[in-house]
């Protein structure tokens, strides 16, 4: 793995500090935190309203992977470019989205930045730069790649990072996308999050190479492993791939190693994993809890400062999720508005 | 001359089809830094169909990409372009392969505006070569337009001529929603006249190639050559037939198909794509749910594929599509009361 610094060899003013604490000032550092602590409670909040019937359909919650999310878009600007999944509510928070608008369109309304047409499944805002989660599996991927082509035809100094999941790097499409970025040597970071199950499917079981980064050397391209629920690594492998997009020199695939506690959708009874897999990671590898403790080990934020966070998140929910009732939702007259472009 | 190109020959300039699509391919070239080909060996190569040509040497390889052999990723990369601000024209070698690329047309390139509610559109153009006749067997023969259009966010178009083949993919290019253009192999080396310059040829409007009023035939790509054909022998027998060039399967263009059976009382569809669950069924339900179905005064008929892949054998394949003598029969039965 890349970035061995762990927290715990680090001194505080030394060169062997993790890649964030050279990289990031305090503010910065905690911005970060305050975007885990979002997707955290967005999801749960979400969940939660599913529960209680107010949200319909189905969502994929990314909790447990908020590192992954957070640590890939921290080096991109608002111009750069995403590409995201089923499971995407984070790397939609991370790249900056408002959490009000995205309650909105899970709620169906006409505020949603779907207008209530997408739901969880197809959340964007590309205003910045998401340009769309995909409930197909793979799907984002050459749309990534045709985004990456625009940045260099018209020599917008963007890079496109494209998400997908382990499941995805068995479709066709993974392979032909990453193929056709290094002959044409495109601005694009592919990261694999890698959360150990396509849905009840093992990787060991779906996947004939140990690591999915090796499949990278197929194509030519630098293959990264990080740990996906230390934000550091995650946040460091980021950096260099898009630096080297930036530069002109091409893909990078990072596979970043991470787990969702919950199950794939609202369906799964976990009869695939068990108990005692998802408390050991939950318990011991938790990302937000590892970041905390960094973070304070650093003197970067103390508890109260970590509380103060929660609670400002917990009352940003709370609102997003009032403004998401009280929207207004779509006239049953425009369903077919949207299909295709209004003559100006 | 037949009388099919004679009746389409109504200027000097002559071009071929494939010639008239490279001329609107580098007229948008020339008028938008922003249009670009992709496609398999449309660079040097020129295209399994020589559609492309030359334009590698005036526009470079930057602007006329040959991609690996990787239809849905190539299609995909084109719908990522297309969402981001450039304008691809997505060449399949044949049409056939757009079942490898499907995911990204249909799921991707049709539904990413309504999914973002109207957030984003993709000005996306694609041409298929499509259509029998050529001994490329079954898996490089076909007429896959109805499956493209069954999906609301694309646009689906058929030209039959040279001149519309031009206007109709510079329409396609100016339009701010994916269009599937289907170009029938045949007529590639079809002469006819081509206006010079930048036109367009409206999406969502069919052409009436030939008047009549004994019966109407609405008729789509090569066919509309046939069914013209057709309906100068049925002149000779006193019965005139309507031609109408549907050129645009998705919109389609109803009001005129209404307007002529109103007025001819008779409806023949004449397409090559497999008859059942196609586009002879939807243009004859549109008649029954019409108005025009009062006015009927014979059952609707469809000619279309037989239900089978397109076989080798030359015999074999003519006799799976339509062809003149069978539309002039099925015409003057329909017309005379024969049934």
């Not at chain 1, 905690?30 to 189905?58: D, N, P, V």
């Amino acid at each position: 793995m890349t970035g061995k610094a762990k927290a715990g060899t680090a001194s505080a003013n030394g060169r062997n500090l993790p890649f964030i604490y050279r990289r990031y000032d305090h503010a910065q550092l905690r911005e970060a935190l305050r975007k885990m602590h979002l997707i955290r409670q967005f999801e749960e909040g979400a969940e939660e309203s599913y529960m209680r019937g107010l949200i319909h359909g189905t969502m994929h919650l990314s909790i447990g992977q908020e590192a992954s999310a957070v640590g890939m878009c921290m080096g991109l600007s608002n111009e750069d470019q995403i590409t995201s999944t089923h499971r995407g509510h984070g790397h939609c928070i991370a790249k900056g989205a408002d959490v009000k608008r995205m309650f909105a369109e899970f709620f169906g309304k006409t505020t949603g930045y779907c207008r209530g047409r997408g739901g969880s499944m197809h959340i964007a805002d590309v205003s910045t730069g998401n340009l769309g989660a995909n409930g197909i599996v793979g799907g984002g991927i050459p749309i990534a790649v045709g985004a990456a082509l625009t940045a260099k035809k018209l020599k917008t100094g963007n890079v496109v990072m494209s998400f997908f999941g382990d499941g995805a790097n068995n479709e066709g499409a993974f392979h032909e996308a990453l193929n056709m970025a290094a002959i044409w040597k495109l601005p694009v970071v592919f990261v694999c999050e890698n959360n150990g199950y396509g849905m009840s499917t093992s990787v060991a079981r779906s996947t004939a190479v140990k690591d999915i980064a090796d499949r990278a050397a197929a194509y030519d391209m630098p293959g990264v492993i990080v740990d996906g629920n230390t934000l550091s690594e995650v946040a460091e492998a980021s950096q260099q791939a898009i630096d080297r997009a930036r530069a002109g020199e091409g893909p990078t695939l990072i596979e970043s190693k991470t787990y969702r506690y919950r199950g794939h959708s609202k369906s799964d009874r976990n009869r695939y994993r068990s108990k005692e897999e998802i408390e050991e990671w939950m318990n011991s590898r938790d990302p937000i809890a590892l970041y905390e403790a960094e973070l304070m080990e650093f003197g970067i934020i103390d508890r109260a400062g970590i509380e103060a966070i929660h609670d400002e998140v917990e009352r940003e929910i709370a609102e997003g999720i009032e403004f998401a009732k009280q929207s207004p939702a779509p006239e049953i007259a425009n369903l077919e508005k949207y299909v295709y472009t209004e003559p100006a | 001359m037949d009388a099919a190109t004679k009746t389409l020959e109504t200027g000097t300039r002559e071009l071929t089809y494939a010639q008239a699509i490279q001329e609107a391919m580098a007229i948008a070239m020339e008028r938008d830094e922003r249009v670009f080909l992709m496609g398999e060996d449309i660079g040097v190569y020129g295209g399994a169909f020589q559609v492309s040509g030359d334009l590698v040497e005036r526009f470079g390889p930057e602007r006329v990409m040959d991609t690996p052999i990787s239809e849905l990723g190539g299609a995909g990369v084109a719908v990522g372009a297309a969402l981001t601000g450039l304008r691809p024209i997505f060449e399949f070698q044949f049409s056939d392969f757009a079942t490898l690329a499907m995911e990204q047309i249909v799921n991707q390139a049709a539904k990413m505006r309504y999914m973002l509610g109207g957030a984003v559109s993709v000005p996306l153009v694609m041409r298929f070569p499509a259509g029998s006749g050529t001994g490329a067997a079954a898996q490089h023969s076909q007429s896959l337009e109805a499956w493209l259009g069954h999906v609301p966010g694309l646009k689906v178009v058929q030209p039959a001529t040279p001149e519309d083949a031009k206007g109709l993919l510079l329409a396609a290019i100016e339009d701010p929603d994916p269009v599937m253009i289907f170009e029938h192999k045949l007529l590639y080396k079809m002469k006819g006249h081509v206006p010079e310059g930048h036109y367009t040829t409206p999406i969502g409007k069919a052409d009436i190639r030939r008047p009549g009023t004994d019966l109407t035939i609405v008729a789509t790509s090569i066919m509309v050559h046939k069914a013209l054909e057709a309906a100068e022998k049925l002149a000779g027998e006193g019965i005139e037939a309507e031609v109408i060039d549907l050129r645009t399967i998705r919109p389609m263009d109803r009001r005129t198909i209404i307007e002529s059976v109103c007025k001819t009382s008779r409806l023949l569809c004449v397409y090559e794509a497999v008859k059942t669950l196609g586009i002879g069924a939807e243009i004859s339900a549109l008649i029954a749910e019409s108005e025009a179905f009062d006015y009927l005064d014979a059952p609707i008929v469809r000619l279309g594929g037989a239900e089978t892949p397109i076989p080798y054998n030359p015999d074999l394949e003519k006799a799976t599509v339509p062809q003149v003598d069978g539309i002039f029969a099925a015409a003057r039965d329909l017309a005379t009361g024969v049934r």
